[in-house]
């Protein structure tokens, strides 16, 4: 489980920051240890990941678009740009969106 601060922000008898002594000292904040040894080895936790896990395309899209990008923006994988900004991505979008309607 991944710790979010929106879950903190939520529970007031939770301390602040990274939850460290509640996970090792559970007992301390009324609770208990959930923790369970997994029904398999590390082995077979790699291969499941190796099999369905899905890598973020370092572009933001998947592998298959970029030549279908790099033709119509007559630019290679390199020059690209990657946006630095929700604002810029937006803006990117709309301009792709645009371009694509012209096909």
Known sequence: MEFSSDSAAKNVEAPNGIPI?????????????FSFRLPCEAETIDLIQ???FVK???????????????????????????????????????ALTEIFNGY
């Open 50 to 52: 190796e099999r369905y």
């Open 21 to 33: 002594v509640s996970y090792y000292q559970p007992e301390a904040y009324g609770t208990r240890d």
């Open 56 to 94: 973020k395309p370092h572009f933001g899209c998947k592998d298959d678009f970029i030549p279908v990008l790099e033709h119509v923006c007559e630019m290679r994988r390199e020059q690209l740009p990657i946006p630095e900004s929700i604002e810029r991505a937006t803006s990117l979008f709309l």
